[in-house]
């Protein structure tokens, strides 16, 4: 594990910073794909998670989820509007053609969702924050002491088709609802964080970096 912040570290995939799997506190954010049980389990080694939240539910987010929560006996939170997908009680969205490819290659079984989060509510000392687009039940935790945000796919510091390393919208075939996901961007900025983390990319430090491109989406 590598240590980003206090109480916060990354368990790296390879190549590094393309899913990125967090412990935060004691919750676990975030499981890559279906493939990653293993590895995420061998990286915690020494560190026993209460909980597995997912920044939203998508393949290469809700992965390993159920067998995480399983193996190690976790309960999963996610936000609601996320949950019936999560649970399978609806599909995957949007209906593309790589959200559809990545649902027999990357894709998790369906779990129990035992704590729907909602706007407001709190996890490991981050406050959640609905910022909705990408998915109906996208959130950025957020953490207001120290001014961290850990925002999932709300916008993502790499290209998830090139791999090459910047600040980019996620492309239509990741995003739900363009306006939406913009103007969860913009509030994403509007938090002024010291530090964004992603689901894809680096960590970002440059808050004006993250400004300027929130005022040109
Ligand atoms: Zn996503
Ligand atoms: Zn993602």
Redo the contacts with the bound molecule.
């Keep these: 594990m590598i240590k980003i912040a206090e109480d916060l570290h990354l368990l790296p995939s390879f190549p590094s910073f393309t899913i990125n799997t967090y412990l935060m506190g004691n919750v676990l954010i975030d499981t890559a794909t279906k493939w990653d049980a293993v590895r995420l389990i061998r990286q915690l080694k020494g560190h026993k998670p209460d909980m597995v939240a997912l920044t ?1 539910v ?1 393949p ?2 809700q992965g390993a989820a159920k067998h995480l929560c399983e193996q190690l006996n976790l309960p999963l939170a996610c936000h609601e509007a996320d949950q019936e997908v999560m649970e399978g009680k609806k599909p995957m969205i949007p209906r593309s053609w790589i959200i559809r490819v990545q649902e027999k290659t990357w894709m998790g079984r369906p779990h129990p969702v035992s704590r729907p989060l909602r706007e407001g509510d709190e996890v490991a000392g981050f406050r959640v924050i609905h910022a909705p687009g ?2 109906p039940g996208s959130v950025i935790f957020f953490r207001e002491k120290d001014g961290i945000a850990v925002a999932g ?1 709300v916008l993502s510091n790499l290209n998830p088709f090139t791999l090459r390393p910047g600040l980019h919208e ?1 492309p239509d075939e ?1 995003t739900v609802n363009r306006q939406q996901s913009r103007e969860s961007i913009r509030l994403l900025a509007s938090l002024d964080p010291a530090l964004v983390v992603f ?1 894809h990319g680096k960590p970002l430090t440059d808050r004006q970096a993250l400004k300027r491109f929130a005022a040109g989406v």
């Design positions: 939203h998508h290469d987010h990408h998915t796919d996620m990741y689901g």
